[in-house]
């Protein structure tokens, strides 16, 4: 089992909304992460949660934030979102952050900010 | 700065065509992974190539990487429709790999298109 699921897969929300993008894999995997992408770019990291604490955000604005509540489990809390926001969220894990570690993502949601 | 470097960034070619994708880095690599993406979809990992002058193959495609380390090729042999898609390098420098500055980072992709 190679699966990382995300719910929902499509989201719209207005600027003035609070949701999450929830993530879940059952792999054993100590590491996981938040990608966003825009169309016909490549995804870019946002945040690195390693053993269940966030080891790494890339600068990424305070209307996303990131919560670990256990191995398994990886959400993405969205509040005040701006349209330029729109893209698709890729969450992703892997068994650590080793060397030759591989990454598997899920499907992402695909979000719209109105 | 781009820490991967992917050529070509778009190719159409025609069915059963032969096609090479590069990913160059003056970075080393503790290992290069190789993704296909569809429209709206998450991307999909092909192949893992982590040994310096490793040639790995999956079918029709073929994935080396360099001695140094620092980079890979993916090969298509006779090209299918199916195997449209955006293909993806993605790797973490050596020196982060492990510990709270992992990161693994992407290349700017391959958009392929094939024509039946």
């Excluded at chain 1, 949660?49 to 209307?63: D, F, G, H, Q």
């Excluded at chain 2, 620092?70 to 390098?89: E, F």
Aim: net charge neutral.
């Amino acid at each position: 089992d190679t699966e990382v699921t995300q719910t929902p897969k499509h989201l719209v929300m207005g600027m003035t909304n609070k949701k999450s993008l929830k993530c879940e894999q059952h792999m054993g995997h100590r590491a996981m992460y938040w990608y966003k992408q825009k169309a016909k770019k490549p995804p870019e990291l946002m945040f690195v949660y390693s053993y269940e604490k966030l080891s790494i955000n890339e600068s990424v604005p305070s209307r996303f934030s990131p919560e670990c509540p256990n191995s398994s489990l990886l959400n993405l809390h969205l509040h005040a979102l701006q349209p330029e926001d729109s893209a698709l969220y890729l969450c992703a894990s892997s068994q650590d952050t080793g060397a030759g570690t591989e990454a598997f993502f899920g499907q992402g949601t695909r979000l719209t900010v109105v | 700065t781009q820490l991967l470097e992917q050529s070509p960034q778009f190719l159409s070619i025609q069915e059963g065509e032969n096609l090479t994708v590069y990913c160059n880095s003056s970075s080393v690599f503790s290992s290069l992974q190789w993704y296909r993406q569809e429209p709206g979809e998450g991307p999909v990992l092909l192949v893992t190539v982590v040994t310096g002058g490793e040639v790995k193959k999956l079918k029709r495609l073929t994935f080396q990487f360099g001695d140094a380390r620092k980079d890979s090729s993916l090969h298509i042999t006779a090209a299918q429709p199916g195997d449209t898609g955006l293909y993806l390098c993605a790797g973490a420098p050596a020196e982060n790999s492990g510990g709270s500055n992992y990161k693994l980072t992407f290349g700017k992709g391959t958009l392929l298109t094939v024509n039946p």
